[in-house]
């Protein structure tokens, strides 16, 4: 400290720091002087330009219309040129288009009206053709832009490893998500349109369709849309010819553009499209177990090409969809089983049961009239010892047919077991059930041409309750049983009646 | 397809000033409404002015963005219709850029009958080369495009990065975003510069039924003067200008030649 003071301070030429501070100060020293102070002006002068021009960082002015007025050695050598060719070129003119599609709307906008823009990412094109990844700040003043050039190889191609794991992470992310939010929406649905349109939700949002929708094969072969919106009359329709129905044969998936014009493969349904306002359609069959079950279908109102990733997700959507399908249609199946009878398709024992546990207090309720029929066949057991059991199954099948044809459309009719039936005329009492009883005699007398010479009739007895006071399905049920044993009893082929 | 409640005029930022005919101005990508403010305040004196943001620029409600609706400009198209059947415009003056004339005229073609006049300003139907026609671009190019729309983002990207190695999910960034100028969000920004550069609305041009004018810049590399005369050619009742400007934006960099050629031709 001491040492400073002593040594320093005094020395300090004053004079010179006025003349290396810019020398405005011409009035104050002699001409001598200012031979010295030009001198260290143009001194000056040199060092901006050489700080300008040798700067660590590209550097250019360019007018209002983009052309460049100066740029340092440092930016043209960066992009192997010389300053004097970069002169009267525009800046936007360096860059690759994808750098000017986002110079133009984004980097200039921001620009003019901000004033400056900073840290934005382009590329600048190199003499040798490859091009320089550069960050860019700029400002202006209205009258001419001054633009900061940074080149950042490196950090742009760390950062791009990084967008590119990124990426890979957000799609392989955004996939799992996908298949597991199906998966648990699928395992939700409780029929085939709830699964249906879950597909669509799922779809319009992973692949951002305007539409989709699902059309299932029903029984006869035809696609039936059962979720979601068909906007084009071109997918689906009963044609072999048609988009759905090619899909659904060929088992896989189709994309038609209407940019293919009169070149594609279905031009009926570039013209659907037009017609739609929709410019692709993209359609992937629904398989299960190698089999096709329906097609799901995407509508988009501008061109698209799928990547294949996105054509994986959706066929993997679509196995998990054709999967739960399947899974429901079996369980429809076991549902009707557990209430039908296997051999002749009517209700059983159990189903006809419940049916009057719930016929009985609403005849009560209502008192109207119901009648339970309990038929036993006569002569049958004798078909079954002596023409066998698939001829007495055939029989029982025939006779299944004929209480159904001798019946009214609301009436129920179950196989009770081995030979006997029932039947529940629902508002039906005395003369009425008696004429449909009469009817099924004549039926089942009709004999069956399996069992010639067999003489096969039906031994029948009803029931009838009036709705006047309250019956269990056991009373009214064993009621008709032991007036069908009564008919036996009085020589079979007969009905006898009770009334309850 | 709107869900009940919301209000157009929330959804698309829409600010109204001054009374008479109504000019409705559309922006293109990359910003918002705030690319009309050289142009607009010019007309504000006999001229009801209509400024709004597309549903994921600037301004608007980022809550109404649905990818599906917006992955054609026929989303935003709507909106529009939307927005001039809100109001109940008659005898409106269509001005858009960009992307946004593109926009404008799909909607002219849904309610022809609310427009008079439409002026577009650099619009390109298509950017990509196709056989036969010349938009200026590559699929590649538009690849490269995208990448740098990534890379330009990446400062964002990085707040999502602990995201993606497990960390739990950063503060919304929307409020950030929404502070900046011209801001967006980035994944919104990324699909509207696939859905504007990808486009093909050639085949609307022919459709155009109101009278219409084509403002073109000299020398534009993202709508090329062959562009604008192919949009004049196509729409029945039009004209062309040719400015004397370079770039892309001739409403910012020549705000008052815009502003004459608008009046010319309103008047």
Known sequence: ?500 | MRSPGVDVLTRNNVTITGTGRPVVFAHGFGCSQDMWRLVAPHFAADHQIILFDHVGSGGSDLSAYRPGKYDSLDGYADDLVEIVERLDLTDAVFVGHSVGSIIGLLAANQVPQRFSQIVLVNPSPRYVDTEGYTGGFSQADIDALLDSLDSNYFGWSRTIAPVIMGAPEQPALSEELTDSFCSTDPSIARHFARVTFLSDNRRDLDEVSVRTLVIQSEDDVIAPLPVGQYVAEHIADSALVVLPVSGHCAHLSAPDLVVDEIRAFLA
């Open chain 1, 1 to 500: 400290m001491s040492d400073s003071r002593a040594h320093g301070e005094p020395q300090h030429p004053t004079p010179r720091i006025a003349r290396t501070d810019g020398g405005r100060t011409d009035g104050d020293i002699g001409d001598g002087d200012r031979a010295e102070v030009e001198k260290s002006g143009g001194e000056t002068e040199a060092t901006f330009a050489r700080l300008f021009d040798q700067a660590p960082f590209g550097y250019l002015i360019t007018d209002n219309d983009d052309v460049i007025v100066r740029a340092n050695t440092t930016f043209a050598t960066s992009i192997g040129t010389a300053v004097g060719d970069l002169v009267g070129r525009r800046f936007r003119d360096l860059l690759p288009p994808g750098s000017q599609l986002l110079y133009e709307t984004r980097h200039l906008p921001v620009l003019r009206l901000n004033g400056s823009v900073g840290e934005v990412f382009l590329e600048v094109l190199n003499t040798s053709g490859s091009t320089l990844p550069v960050l860019a700040n700029a400002a202006t003043d209205g009258v001419e832009v001054r633009i900061g050039v940074l080149p950042a190889v490196e950090r742009v191609g760390y950062e791009q490893q990084l967008l590119l794991t990124q990426r890979t992470a957000e799609s392989l992310a955004a996939r799992v998500t996908v298949l597991q939010d199906a998966s648990s929406a699928f395992a939700a649905a409780i029929s085939e349109s709830a699964i249906a349109v879950s597909l669509v939700s799922i779809l319009e949002e992973t692949l951002t369709a305007s539409d989709a929708c699902v059309a299932l094969v029903d029984a006869n072969g035809h696609l039936d849309v059962v979720a979601g919106t068909n906007p084009i009359d071109g997918l689906i329709r009963d044609d072999r010819e048609l988009l759905g129905a090619n899909v659904v044969e060929f088992e896989k998936p189709v994309v038609v553009n209407t940019a293919d014009g009169e070149s594609s493969a279905y031009p009926w349904v570039v013209e659907a499209l037009r017609a739609a306002r929709l410019q692709t359609i993209a359609v992937f069959p629904i398989m299960h177990n190698a089999k096709p079950v329906g097609v799901v279908a995407a509508f988009f109102r501008r061109g698209r090409v799928l990547e294949e990733s996105e054509t994986e997700v959706v066929l993997a959507l679509a196995r998990q969809a054709g999967q739960v399908l399947t899974r429901l249609r079996v369980q429809e199946q076991l549902a009707f089983a557990a209430l039908h009878d296997q051999l002749t398709g009517l209700a059983n024992r159990a189903s006809i049961r419940h049916s009057l546990t719930v016929a009985l207090p609403a005849a009560l309720r209502m008192s109207r009239a119901l009648s339970v029929m309990f038929l036993d066949l006569d002569g049958f057991k004798a078909v079954n010892d002596k023409l066998g059991h698939h001829v007495g199954d055939a029989i029982l099948q025939q006779v299944a047919g004929r209480l159904h044809a001798s019946v009214r459309a609301g009436d129920l009719v179950a196989r009770y077991g081995g030979d006997e039936f029932v039947v529940v005329c629902a508002e039906t009492a005395g003369e009425e059930v008696a004429i449909v009883a009469a009817r099924i005699h004549e039926q089942i007398r009709a004999g069956f041409t399996e069992a010639e010479g067999f003489p096969i009739s039906a031994s029948i007895g009803i029931a009838v309750y009036t709705g006047q006071t309250e019956l269990s399905t056991d009373t009214i049920i064993g009621t008709a049983d032991a007036a069908m044993y009564e008919s036996k009893r009085l020589g079979r082929d007969r009905t006898t009646l009770v009334e309850l």
